[in-house]
């Protein structure tokens, strides 16, 4: 004992060592950023260098209750211990290693049959930040624990507030995820609880670590399916170094503002694909062939273009097949080109850069390209659709669908749907084009339209994607039922399909209980398995729901951690309402959530209420119970007063 006492003081002394340190970096970062725009040469140098340390500084912040290392790795008579961050000592020496540096894979990787020259590695307890045990597993002698302890504490730690990452109990299967290169795409199929948002929040940290300078020019984007989701993930990046991220979701990616709602028919036409073709057909039929000569002066001459030579041109960049606008910008170019041709032939000389100008601008000259490749704008191109979608690729009921029944006079006094805006996206794709980053994580993709993910595609197409999500939590009307087609509507095809089956999060009773819904939901994914044992799960017939909800609640406060409280939509205000009316009011802990709001959330204790009513809710209201039960990480409670949906009979 005393020795581990030793042992233990002395890890305890290498934490502090390391605080001091990273306390001395960012002092130092400091002292340059003050001093910054004397070391520079000039205003933007200084600025740029200004940037830099900024980011460093916040880099460098240290949270007092988070851990700066969570292992150990003793190999060839050195000790490497590895955190969240890379923390050095005066000399420049590794007191922490990068979770994400080489070395640290084999932290994640090594076994006992496969050590990677790993002695010992060892795993270390926190309360708080403050080191309290260690784990040590002898690898070289073939010692291998199976589930340390210390994991299994951190996995089922209570939850309360934002979503934490997972850096200190990352799997090997969730390792090889996170450091695949960056110029693969990868979906990984998720069952509920095995971290595949984590994955692809990890994996976006370490491509930005190893890929520093390429990503920080191209951006790396994170998708979510709501706001209140993205709000739960924010806090993961910036506790593994990274502040530099968009999150953002689809909606959050368009500059059309919503106001107004679509019927569920229209919504429903309006995320096919064949509406990207309908767009294309509609801006391409406005190229028009020349019909007459061009002429134009210039003050001093008069030139002269044939319609054949005009055809030319036209034909020319239709073929080449560029972005509308650009194409129409094409044709101008080369119409100046030709007159340039004519007066050099005649003066001898080039044209000035600023006759060019004056050329390209010229009154007939935009008469021509105006006949021919008219500009147009995104709006303009969905209003004239929306107005008359007069087109073979949709039947009579879907052009009546979504036809306006009093069109508005124009595109800009129209109101635009949630819908309208993924297509005024979708021409504003093809008149130009869009940035792409280097690097965009998906998550909750089955979600997703094909519209929808034409508009990430867009975003991606000189990037790779990290697609994240589960089939059987699809409910939209249009959630996905294999990813492969999906991964094309995307622009990846041949993404890596990797499924991830155990749980570290939900209890086995709880996977056991969603498991039953598999059969009913109409997709082929396998049933997920926990290593979770220590879960609760009850399910009760009761005569008052909402006094049973209140009931419940209150037996939750007694255990630690969150509680989710989650109904049908139009159940939440009465139970708001009940709660508050108890006394049962504790933002920090209690939440009354709809539903339909709570994918990609988790919570310690969840009461889910009246199954039926959220399974009649909506088309697809039993993937979304099972959405609803997949969401407690401790405690479940299943409250009803009607009788259970099919799949679930026999539980009370």
């Known amino acids: 004992m005393p020795a581990l006492e030793t042992e233990l003081a002395a890890e305890r002394a ?13 002092e130092h970062a400091e002292d340059l950023f003050a001093s910054g725009d004397q070391v520079a040469g000039d205003p933007f140098a200084a600025e740029t260098l200004g940037r830099h340390l900024a980011r460093r500084i916040a880099d460098l912040a240290d949270n007092p209750d988070t851990p700066l290392f969570f292992g150990r790795l003793d190999i060839d008579e050195h000790r490497y211990h590895v955190g969240r961050r890379h923390v050095t000592d005066a000399v420049g020496e590794p007191m922490v290693l990068d979770w994400r540096a080489p070395l640290s894979r084999k932290f994640y990787q090594a076994s006992a049959v496969d050590p990677q020259d790993v002695e010992v590695r060892r795993r270390f307890g926190f ?35 934002p979503m934490r990452d997972i850096v200190a109990t990352i799997q090997p299967e969730q390792d090889a995820l996170v450091r695949a290169e960056l110029d693969e795409s990868i979906c990984v199929q998720g069952a509920p609880g095995t971290g595949k948002t984590a994955v692809g929040l990890h994996r976006a940290a370490y491509l930005l670590y190893l890929h520093r300078e390429r990503l920080r020019r191209a951006g790396v984007l994170i998708v979510g399916p709501n706001s209140a989701f993205l709000q ?46 309908v767009l294309q057909e509609r801006l391409l039929a406005k190229i028009a062939r020349p019909e007459a000569p ?21 034909d020319d960049v239709r073929r080449e097949a560029p972005p509308y606008g650009i194409g129409r910008e094409r044709v101008r170019a080369r119409i100046v080109s030709m007159l340039m041709l004519q007066s050099e032939a005649r003066r001898g000389d080039s044209p000035s850069e600023g006759w060019q100008r004056r050329m390209g601008k010229a009154a007939p000259v935009l008469e021509v390209l105006d006949r021919v490749w008219p500009a147009v704008t995104p709006e303009q191109l969905v209003f004239e659709v929306l107005s008359d979608p007069a087109t073979d690729l949709l039947d009579e009921a879907e052009r009546a669908a979504i036809a306006w029944a009093k069109p508005p006079k124009t595109a800009k006094s129209a109101k635009w749907s949630a819908a309208d805006a993924v297509l005024i996206d979708e021409a504003a794709g093809l008149i130009d084009r869009v940035p792409s980053f280097g690097h965009v994580v998906v998550d909750e993709a089955q979600d997703l339209s094909p519209m929808q993910a034409r508009v990430i595609a867009r975003r991606s197409e000189h990037g790779s994607i990290t ?49 039953r819904l598999l059969p009913a939901l109409g997709v082929d994914v396998p049933e997920a ?26 037996a939750a406060l007694h255990h630690p951690g969150s509680i989710g409280v989650i109904a049908a939509d139009a159940a939440v205000g009465r139970l708001t309402d009940a709660l508050r009316e108890a006394g049962l009011e504790d933002p920090e802990r209690i939440v009354v959530l709809p539903a339909s709001l709570a994918k990609g959330l988790e919570y310690d204790h969840v009461i889910a209420v ?43």
Do not use: C
């Not at 003050?299 to 041109?313: M, N, T």
């Open 467 to 515: 697609l994240l999500g589960d089939l059987a939590q699809g409910t939209a009307p249009w959630a996905a039922r294999d990813w492969r087609v999906l991964l094309a509507h995307l622009g990846k095809p041949g993404a890596r399909v990797v499924p991830l089956t155990t749980g570290f999060r939900v209890p086995a009773a709880v996977v056991a209980l969603a498991n």
């Open 232 to 277: 739960y993930i924010a806090s993961v990046l910036p506790t593994l170094g990274e502040l530099e991220v968009r999150q953002s979701t689809v909606e959050g990616l368009l500059s059309t503002p919503i106001r107004s709602v679509d019927s569920e028919a229209a919504a429903a036409v309006k995320n096919q694909e064949k509406l990207a073709v």
């Open 529 to 554: 398995r926990s290593l979770r044992t220590d879960g609760a799960l009850t399910v009760s017939t009761v005569a008052d729901i909402a006094s049973a909800v209140v009931e419940k609640t209150r």
């Open 127 to 161: 309360v708080k930040g403050e080191l309290t045990s260690f784990e040590d597993e002898h690898l070289s002698r073939g010692e291998e624990q199976g589930t340390s302890q210390i994991l299994l504490d951190e996995i089922e730690r209570p939850r309360v507030g």
């Open 610 to 652: 009246e199954p039926s009513e959220i399974v009649a809710a909506e088309p697809r209201g039993l993937n979304r119970l099972f959405v609803v039960l997949t969401r407690a990480v401790s405690r479940l409670d299943v409250l009803h007063s009607h009788p259970l949906p099919d799949a679930l009979q026999g539980l009370s």
């Open 294 to 314: 061009l002429q134009v002066s210039d003050g001093s001459y008069r030139w002269r273009i044939s319609v054949e030579a005009l055809r030319r041109i036209v």
């Open 14 to 26: 290498h934490l502090t060592a390391s605080r001091l340190a990273l306390k001395r970096m960012r």
